[in-house]
Nanobody, 122 residues
């Protein structure tokens, strides 16, 4: 399974971005999805996950109320709508997928995209 993330960029504080991630080559009917981020010199950090049926989502406290994760199984895609962005959200954002379990632990995911840079200026 190959994942391709897109939608990153430079935005001012308070602005919005929408990240997308597409899966290709999957033989699974649906995937659990996660978004993580990693700033230079820091650990990879959980942002959000959504179950493959879209019924359950979980968010890091730092993004709760500002970010929304959603998925489209027909297109094998996941999205991360990011509103009210803050300079502290500046990071490389990675999408991840797993056919078996959603998780806040990045080590539980089998498939990863290359990442997309999000930079929020103050």
């Amino acid at each position: 399974v190959q994942l391709q993330a897109s939608g990153g960029g430079l935005v001012q504080s308070g602005g919005s971005l929408r990240l997308s991630c597409a899966a290709s080559g999957s033989t699974f009917s649906a995937l659990h999805w996660g978004w993580f981020r990693q700033a230079p010199g820091q650990e990879r950090e959980f942002v959000a996950f959504i179950t493959r049926n879209g019924e359950r989502a979980m968010y890091a406290d730092s993004v709760k109320g500002r970010f929304t994760i959603s998925n489209d199984n027909a297109k094998n895609m996941v999205y991360l709508q990011m509103n009210s962005l803050e300079p502290e959200d500046t990071s490389v954002y990675y999408c991840a997928a797993d056919p078996w379990f959603p998780s806040i632990d990045y080590r539980e995911y089998d498939y990863w995209g290359l990442g997309t840079q999000v930079t929020v200026s103050s």
